[in-house]
């Protein structure tokens, strides 16, 4: 099916040099994070992506305590291309087991995700959910720690994730320039929450790469609906559901909308988002192609936004400080 439709855009990543694929391959649900995945439909999905030009790959020690990471690296090296055709981001400092922001462990954490991913070297290393941890410590410790591991060529470029937008702005206001190449945020582009688009003029002025995660809300913006663990509040879900079901009335698919929602925002470099199957790889890489060629369903859109407004840019608790 997508195979007729071509290839996904690249996109610049901050001042990093890479070319991100818009739409990038979310690894969370190859750890089970969302249901069982086999690990044939894993490499088959990893596969279909990287054909329809998906060259971004996200995933984290995290997810699925270390099983998104070996079905990752099992994919990828499935591919039987040469390394440099890909790009991979990892994680450290959140862990089945809790977090651990501190220097020595950061620097086991990437020979572990290293072995686990078959590879020598990852892209990207990101410090997963800072919120999680003392900012302060991140600062002085972590990120220095990830600035070894750089000059060690382990890591090429290192990166922030987490939920509340104001532990970017504390980080990057306290690091040298040029320190963090990138931050990543989650379920702040998308219908129901555009908030991440208030940072951008500060990133790009930094000149720090932005990718966005979640813009399907982590399943709410989807026909299916949210995991259980999902950490929206009850009236978030409802407003979700009815989006989803009045898209659905119309013939028009919620979570295409979601995700050309996201993709049409090119201070962006890539939408992360969450594949198991060759099926969700198609139709992600053509909602982007039909985004590029024909635009967004402006009609539909607005209609979901109006069932959306009451609960624009409710967000939920994440972490120990709220910065
Ligand atoms: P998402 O919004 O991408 O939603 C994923 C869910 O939507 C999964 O259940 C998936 O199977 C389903 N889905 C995907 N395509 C679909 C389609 N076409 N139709 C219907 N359902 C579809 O949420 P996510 O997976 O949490 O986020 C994407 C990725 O971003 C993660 O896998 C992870 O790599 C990254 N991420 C990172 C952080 C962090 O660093 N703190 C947080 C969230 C996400």
């Known amino acids: 099916m997508a195979s007729s439709v071509g290839k996904v855009e690249?996109?610049?990543?901050?001042?990093?040099?890479?070319?991100?694929?818009?739409?990038?391959?979310?690894?969370?649900?190859?750890?089970?994070?969302?249901?069982?995945?086999?690990?044939?439909?894993?490499?088959?999905?990893?596969?279909?992506?990287?054909?329809?030009?998906?060259?971004?790959?996200?995933?984290?020690?995290?997810?699925?305590?270390?099983?998104?990471?070996?079905?990752?690296?099992?994919?990828?090296?499935?591919?039987?291309?040469?390394?440099?055709?890909?790009?991979?981001?990892?994680?450290?400092?959140?862990?089945?087991?809790?977090?651990?922001?501190?220097?020595?462990?950061?620097?086991?954490?990437?020979?572990?995700?290293?072995?686990?991913?078959?590879?020598?070297?990852?892209?990207?290393?990101q410090c997963h959910d800072i919120e999680f941890g003392s900012l302060d410590q991140i600062v002085n410790e972590t990120i220095p720690a990830l600035q070894k591991l750089k000059e060690a060529g382990k890591i090429r470029f290192i990166g922030i994730t987490g939920l509340p937008l104001g532990i970017f702005t504390y980080v990057l206001d306290r690091v040298p320039p040029g320190t963090v190449d990138v931050i990543l945020s989650y379920c702040h582009y998308s219908i129901n929450d555009s908030t991440l688009d208030d940072l951008i003029p500060y990133?790009?002025?930094?000149?720090?790469?932005?990718?966005?995660?979640?813009?399907?809300?982590?399943?709410?913006?989807?026909?299916?609906?949210?995991?259980?663990?999902?950490?929206?509040?009850?009236e978030l879900r409802s407003a979700c559901k009815a989006a989803a079901a009045y898209g659905k009335e119309k013939g028009k698919n919620i979570s295409k909308l979601a995700l050309q929602y996201s993709l049409s925002n090119k201070d962006i470099s890539s939408v992360l988002v969450g594949m198991n199957s060759i099926r969700q790889v198609e139709e992600n890489v053509s909602a982007a192609i039909e985004l590029a060629n024909n635009g967004k369903d402006e009609e539909t859109l607005s209609e979901v936004e109006a069932i959306l407004k009451p609960v624009k840019n409710q967000t939920w608790p994440s972490g120990i400080q709220q910065s």
């Not at 040469?82 to 991979?88: A, C, D, H, K």
């Not at 930094?206 to 026909?223: C, D, H, R, Y």
Request: contains cysteine; glycine residues 12%.
């Open 203 to 234: 990133l790009k002025s930094k000149g720090v790469g932005v990718i966005s995660a979640s813009p399907l809300a982590m399943g709410l913006l989807t026909e299916s609906g949210p995991p259980e663990w999902h950490p929206a509040s009850s």
């Open 10 to 125: 690249l996109r610049p990543l901050g001042n990093t040099g890479l070319k991100l694929s818009c739409v990038g391959f979310g690894a969370s649900p190859l750890g089970n994070v969302f249901g069982p995945v086999s690990e044939d439909d894993a490499i088959a999905s990893v596969r279909q992506a990287f054909r329809l030009g998906i060259n971004f790959f996200d995933t984290s020690p995290y997810y699925g305590g270390t099983l998104s990471e070996k079905v990752l690296g099992k994919s990828l090296k499935a591919l039987g291309v040469p390394r440099n055709e890909y790009i991979v981001s990892t994680k450290c400092g959140r862990y089945a087991e809790g977090f651990d922001f501190s220097a020595d462990r950061v620097t086991r954490s990437i020979d572990e995700s290293l072995a686990r991913l078959q590879l020598d070297y990852v892209d990207i290393l």
